[in-house]
């Protein structure tokens, strides 16, 4: 993160000759579009990059979370396990599915863990929506392991980790669909838009029926085929298609940046006691986003927060009180609040939520510090903000 880090002639080319054909659908239109396909060719370049059978793009990363959930026949009254840690969006989409949100316990690789993932799972139980927090994966062999154990369906949110990768594998191909995001936060951003992945093609018809309304898409006539499913708009516009594009072919450039700047400034803080680092279950196929690292406690915590602030150090989040990732911050979840009744409020939620203890999470993310890594530093500069920060640290822990 963030999103446009690389941007410039390449977007502007790509946008430039979807406004020329005057085509700006996705779909159909074969007259006008002079042979531009842009949705159709960023799926292509997904595909490629992770290795997945097939990819299809949507509106939002939000979008794609619910066609992964609508694929895997998650639905009315279904619980569904998921991380009191994530962006919203993940709880949103089980809601607005009507199913039922779970929460279990994360560890220190920041995302849900076997162990959490056990204790929650209950009869009922029907799915895992796991979150590859901030740019790495989760432990998949432990959490592929319970999923089998428990008889759940896993489902990845991967909105925050597209480029990260497990033993070789792309996240998001580990359980039945994965769900990306090129909202402006991310590595690669299309200003709006997501997209899923899958190795399954009954998986793939599902979720791309599912993304417009149902129509089929066999054959080269939308509009004439059948329409086995109700589905919804999750289409994305060849606008923004077209900047994904762009931004989908500098990807490895830009994984390669980070990773190479968060090593340069990891380095500085190797050795000061009392820093230690987010657990990666595959550091080799980590995207470089984040640098996350604990401090011994919430207070140092919160205290060296404000030193790095008043010391000039930008980029450094403290997830738990400053930002909305924590389930601590969502009075509305908590709450129930919603603009229209969802199914929760008829079945009745599975947890208390607003008692909702889970201190192994909590312990986790009050200690947890976060800098965002960008690409295009040079090593002088990460230097200097890995030096900056260190200097910092050993004040406070000193
Ligand atoms: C960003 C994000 C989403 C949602 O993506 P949008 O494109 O903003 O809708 C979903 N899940 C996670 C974990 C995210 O970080």
Avoid at 12 to 33: G, P, Q
Avoid at 121 to 139: I, N, P, Q, R, S
Avoid at 209 to 221: A, E, I, L, P, R
Avoid at 249 to 257: D, F, H, P, Q, S
């Amino acid at each position: 993160m963030p999103g446009t880090e690389l941007f410039g002639d390449e977007e502007r080319k790509e946008v430039m000759d979807v406004l020329n054909t005057t085509c700006l659908f996705r779909y159909n239109h074969e007259e006008l579009r002079q042979g531009m396909w842009k949705a159709r060719e960023l799926e292509a370049e997904v595909a490629r990059y992770t290795g997945a059978k097939y990819a299809h793009a949507v509106s939002s990363g939000s979008a794609a979370v619910a066609c992964t959930l609508a694929a895997a026949g998650i639905g009315h009254g279904d619980e569904v396990i998921v991380p009191p840690f994530t962006f919203m969006a993940t709880i949103e989409a089980v809601l607005y599915a009507g199913a039922l949100p779970v929460f279990a316990e994360i560890d220190e690789t920041l995302c849900l863990s076997a162990e959490g993932i056990r204790q929650a799972a209950t009869e009922k139980t029907k799915a895992v929506l796991l979150v590859h927090m901030c740019g790495a994966a989760a432990d998949m062999e432990g959490i592929q392991e319970v999923c089998v154990e428990k008889n759940l369906v896993l489902i990845e949110d991967a909105g925050q980790a597209l480029g990260a990768f497990y033993k070789g594998k792309s996240v998001g191909l580990f359980g039945a669909c994965g769900a990306f995001s090129f909202d402006f936060f991310k590595i690669t951003t299309a200003g709006e838009g997501g997209l899923f992945i899958t190795n399954d093609e009954a998986t793939y018809k599902k979720a791309d029926t599912f993304s417009d309304h149902g129509h089929s898409h066999v054959g080269d006539n939308r509009g004439m085929e059948p329409h086995p499913y109700l589905g919804f708009n999750y289409r994305i516009s060849e606008l923004n298609a077209a900047v994904g594009l762009a931004q989908m072919r500098k990807i490895k450039l830009l994984v390669a940046g980070k990773r190479k700047n968060k090593a340069i400034i990891k380095d500085k803080l190797q050795g000061i006691d009392g820093v230690t680092f987010r657990h990666l279950p595959d550091a080799e196929g980590d995207s470089g986003t984040f640098l996350n690292f604990f401090l011994p406690t919430t207070e140092l915590a919160q205290q060296a927060v404000a030193k790095l602030a008043d010391a000039g150090v930008g980029g450094i989040n403290y997830w738990y009180t400053n930002m909305y990732h924590f389930i601590n911050q969502w009075d509305h979840v908590k709450k129930l609040s919603s603009a229209a009744p969802l199914a929760i409020h008829h079945l009745g939620a599975p947890q208390d939520y607003q008692h909702l203890e889970l201190p192994k999470s909590q312990a986790v993310v009050g200690r947890l510090l976060s800098l965002g890594i960008r690409a295009t530093w040079t090593d002088t500069e990460a230097g200097q903000i890995g030096e900056a920060i260190a200097n910092v640290l050993r004040e406070v822990l000193g």
